[in-house]
């Protein structure tokens, strides 16, 4: 199973990224699927989840700057993060829980920054 993520970078405040994770070695349709993240100095926090049927769930930090969804057909999920802020620094992180097991993609880096 690979989770690999893409889409990070350097981004202005109040700007935009879009994040990619394609999912190879298992079908996502049927799995839980979510966003983490790791701020330097702190542990690893969720950031937004999408279950199986399509229900997506947020951090307090998130709700209403970002949105996640999902792609069966493609076997990709995505996080669309608007406004981001300076706070939102931090490895990303592709995630899957699949009958009981976890799994997480390598992380891409977003750093918001003027």
């Known amino acids: 199973v690979q989770l690999q993520a893409s889409g990070g970078g350097l981004v202005q405040p109040w700007g935009s990224l879009r994040l990619s994770c394609a999912a190879s070695g298992i079908a996502i349709s049927n799995n839980l699927m979510a966003w983490y993240r790791q701020r330097p100095g702190t542990q690893r926090e969720l950031v937004a989840q999408i279950t199986a049927s399509n229900n997506p769930i947020y951090s307090f930090s998130a709700n209403g700057r970002f949105t996640v969804s999902r792609d069966n057909a493609k076997n990709a999920v995505y996080l669309q993060m608007n406004s981001l802020k300076p706070e939102d620094t931090a490895v990303y992180y592709c995630?899957?829980?699949?009958?009981?097991?976890?799994?997480w993609g390598q992380g891409t880096q977003v750093t918001v920054s003027s």
């Open positions: 995630y899957c829980r699949s009958t009981g097991v976890n799994y």
